[in-house]
Every structure is written in structure tokens, then in C-alpha cells.
């Protein structure tokens, strides 16, 4: 009977082990990925402006599809004089420039809510939530980049953020979607910067920013690739859910899966019209934080005005910098991402 068990007890060893090592294999060993395109530098010569293509410098592999490059028809600079300044001012919680008006705020509040979710196991957390927002204006809608960690698009490549935005110069940064997650069929539709990576089916809502500014929440059925060429995408995110309605009201129902709905730290994405948008980093798992459920967020977005806001990766990923520091409070050290949200100084244009 005793080495019947210890059989029992081995086999059950040798079969977490061979699912952790296929598990690895899929998604935590770098598989054959491909080089992110950079931003080239182009001047006003050569056509960046309104219904123009994005070129890509002659080095790069032309490969890849690109969106058409439509933009705005007013200038953010104007449209936010008041916002921006002649040169830099570089403070704790702020930073404006001639391109750039960035105000953290932070926030601290008791819900009296506990997460009774998955087994009660977030009940020791309590009812506390705390959260920073960045509020930013933008001059140009390149100050808003992607990137991915250590330059791939593929799966199993992860980086630092802090690391990460020290490569971008970026002021401010914040976590992506995890792209490569494999919680929604066929992962969707990718594209950073106005360059296509993916487009496949998924079962959740995309969030879409286009080159003039706005901002598109796609339901799984919506997607077309065509229209997101024609209609000009700038970048896509694919985990969600949405946050708002097409009022700007919270919503209460939710497209994403159970796990998503119980409180978690999160970092969202909010638009309030094109040039002025926000990053939120709520921190979680902790007593001073319990992190937020879905509708609490929504309601945050509601309350700021925002006409549409996206849920984006959270947990151990949620993490914002700010200049050379961390900005939030997060419950563990810093964790490797697979992508970044980066505000920066834009494209250096050519005379």
C-alpha cells in the first residue's frame, strides 16, 4: 500500500512537472519574434501629414502593413496653449514642456467593501483603495508610444519597465496589455504605432487610438482590418473590458472573464478628447490597497469626464514611472512586462 502511494505521488510529480515545462515552452521562453518597427525621422517634406502613409526607413523590413497616417485637422499646441510651457518644468508630481502637460494626483478612500470573490481569498486585503493619476496633454500624438520589451513582438520577451522607459526617454510610463496573454481567442489585433503586427479573431473588446486623437472600443464582432487601415489606428489594445458607455457612463456589466472581476491592481487607459487623455495605476493586494473591482473604475472615469476608458494588463504587471522614479505603490518589486504605454517628448522632426 505504501509504495502504491509513493508511485501515486510520483506520477503526480512527473505530471506538474511536464505541465510546467510545456507551460514555459509556450509562454516564457522567448519564441522567434520579430523586431519592432522605430519610429522614423521624418520631416515635413517628405508628406507626414494629413492622409499620408507612415514611411519606414529603408533599413527596417518592409514586411509589414501600416495604417494611413490621418491626423487631427487643429494643432494640440494651440488647442492647449495653456497647458504647455516655453521650456521645461520638471517637478514631483508634474512636468510641462512645450510638448507635454503631465499632473499626477493621488488618492486614498475607504469603500467599506470587501472582495468576497474567488473563495473570499481577497477578504484579508480589506476595504482601502489607493491610486495615482497621471493627467496628460499632448501637443503631438506621438508623444503617446508603444514598445515592446527588448525591442520583439513575439512571445516569452519581457523587460523592465523602468528599464524600458529609460530606452523610450519617456516621462512618463505604464504597463501594456500583455499582447502575448493567451485569455482571449486567437489574441486579436495588434498594432503599435501605426504598424500592423497581428490581426486575428478574439472573444474581447479592443481599445483602438487613432493618429487624429481619438479613441474606438471595438466589440469582438466589430473588428475589420480594413477599416482600422482606412480609418487611420494608431495603437490597439487587446484585454479590457471597457469601462464606459458610449455616454461616458460606467457601466455595470462587463465583457471579460470572472478572475477580471474580482478586485485586482489595475492600470487603465482614459480619453477625454484628442490631445487629453489619462493613465491610472491602482495599487492592490495590500492593506492599504485592496486594488479596485471593474465598476469602481468605471466609476472613477465617470467621475473625471472621460467619454471612454479601457481596462489594460494589472496584477504584478500594474506599475508606473514617473521620470526616474516609481510612481505607485506596488505589492511586489518591480515585475517584467511584455509591453509599455510611454509619454516622451514625441518625433524630433527634420528642417
Known amino acids: 500500500m505504501k509504495k502504491r502511494v509513493l508511485w501515486i505521488v510520483a506520477d503526480l510529480i512527473i505530471a506538474a512537472l511536464a505541465i ?33 502613409l507612415l514611411e519606414e526607413p529603408e533599413t527596417q523590413s518592409d514586411s509589414l502593413m501600416r495604417t494611413h497616417v490621418v491626423l487631427d485637422t487643429q494643432d494640440w499646441h494651440e488647442k492647449f496653449a495653456d497647458k504647455f510651457t516655453d521650456t521645461i518644468y520638471a517637478a514631483e ?8 502637460s503631465i499632473q499626477l494626483s493621488y488618492s486614498h478612500y475607504d469603500t467599506g467593501i470587501l472582495d468576497r470573490l474567488s473563495s473570499e481569498k481577497h477578504i484579508k486585503y480589506g476595504t482601502q483603495v489607493s491610486y495615482v493619476l497621471a493627467d496628460i496633454y499632448v501637443g503631438d500624438i506621438t508623444c503617446l508610444q508603444t514598445a515592446f520589451a ?57 481599445c483602438v487610438l487613432n493618429w487624429d486623437g481619438t479613441m474606438d472600443i471595438y ?50 487607459i482614459g480619453y477625454y478628447e484628442p490631445g487629453h487623455y489619462c493613465l491610472l495605476l491602482v495599487d ?19 467621475d473625471l469626464g472621460c467619454r471612454a476608458a479601457y481596462n489594460l494588463d494589472g496584477g504584478h504587471c500594474s506599475f508606473m514611472t514617473f521620470e526616474d522614479r516609481m510612481a505607485n505603490h506596488p505589492y511586489k518589486p518591480e515585475h517584467e512586462v511584455a509591453d509599455g504605454i510611454f509619454i516622451t517628448e514625441g518625433l524630433q522632426w527634420e528642417d
Open 20 to 52: 510546467l515545462a510545456i507551460w514555459a515552452a509556450n509562454y516564457k521562453i522567448p519564441q522567434k519574434g520579430i523586431k519592432e518597427v522605430k519610429f522614423p525621422q521624418i520631416g515635413a517634406e517628405r508628406g507626414f501629414g494629413q492622409d499620408a
Open 219 to 268: 466589440s469582438p464582432d466589430q473588428i475589420d482590418l480594413q477599416h482600422l487601415i482606412d480609418r487611420g489606428a494608431y495603437q490597439s489594445w487587446i484585454f479590457g473590458p471597457s469601462l464606459l458607455d458610449e455616454n461616458g457612463k460606467a457601466k455595470e456589466s462587463f465583457l471579460t472573464w470572472s478572475y477580471i472581476k474580482q478586485s485586482h491592481p489595475r492600470t487603465a
Open 150 to 206: 527588448q525591442g520583439t513582438y513575439g512571445v516569452g520577451y519581457s523587460e523592465k519597465l523602468s528599464d524600458m522607459s529609460g530606452e523610450m526617454k519617456a516621462v512618463l510610463a505604464v504597463n501594456g496589455d500583455s499582447y502575448s496573454n493567451n485569455h482571449h481567442k486567437d489574441n486579436g489585433t495588434i498594432i503599435r504605432n501605426g504598424v500592423i503586427y497581428r490581426s486575428s479573431q478574439t472573444d474581447a473588446e479592443t
Open 93 to 100: 508630481d508634474s512636468y510641462t514642456s512645450p510638448n507635454l
Open 284 to 302: 492592490g493586494r495590500q492593506k492599504s490597497s485592496r486594488g479596485m473591482f471593474p465598476e469602481e473604475m468605471a466609476k472613477v472615469f465617470e
